[in-house]
Nanobody, 116 residues
Framework: QVQLVESGGGLVQPGESLRLSCLAS????????MSWYRQAPGKERELVAS????????NYADFVKDRFTISRDNVKQIVYLQMNSLKPEDTAVYYC?????????WGRGTQVTVSS
């Protein structure tokens, strides 16, 4: 079965960095686009970044494009989200996403809190 397990969240001050990881299993990881989404309290879940199956193409939401980097390791089957220059408005639960065979799969999420 598909499993996505996020890790790396935590509490940081504005301007600091975090690297999130998503360990994937149960599907052909290297043949699928992977994405990071986030959801803040009271807000809709929003796309943060996506990466193509081989890692050769990436897409970013405008609000993180200059600060975040998505990458993947198809041997380890891990998707990363490097988050730099974090802002309080980045505070959210961050989710790893797979769209596979007409279904959305989600991890449990990892909490990122940016506060002074």
């Amino acid at each position: 079965q598909v499993q996505l397990v996020e890790s790396g969240g935590g509490l940081v001050q504005p301007g600091e960095s975090l690297r999130l990881s998503c360990l994937a299993s149960g599907f052909a990881f290297s043949y699928n686009v992977m994405s990071w989404y986030r959801q803040a309290p009271g807000k809709e879940r929003e796309l943060v970044a996506s990466i193509s199956s081989l890692g050769t193409s990436t897409n970013y939401a405008d609000f993180v494009k200059d600060r975040f980097t998505i990458s993947r390791d198809n041997v380890k089957q891990i998707v990363y989200l490097q988050m730099n220059s974090l802002k309080p408005e980045d505070t959210a639960v961050y989710y790893c996403n797979l769209y596979h065979n007409d279904m959305d799969y989600w991890g449990r999420g990892t909490q990122v809190t940016v506060s002074s």
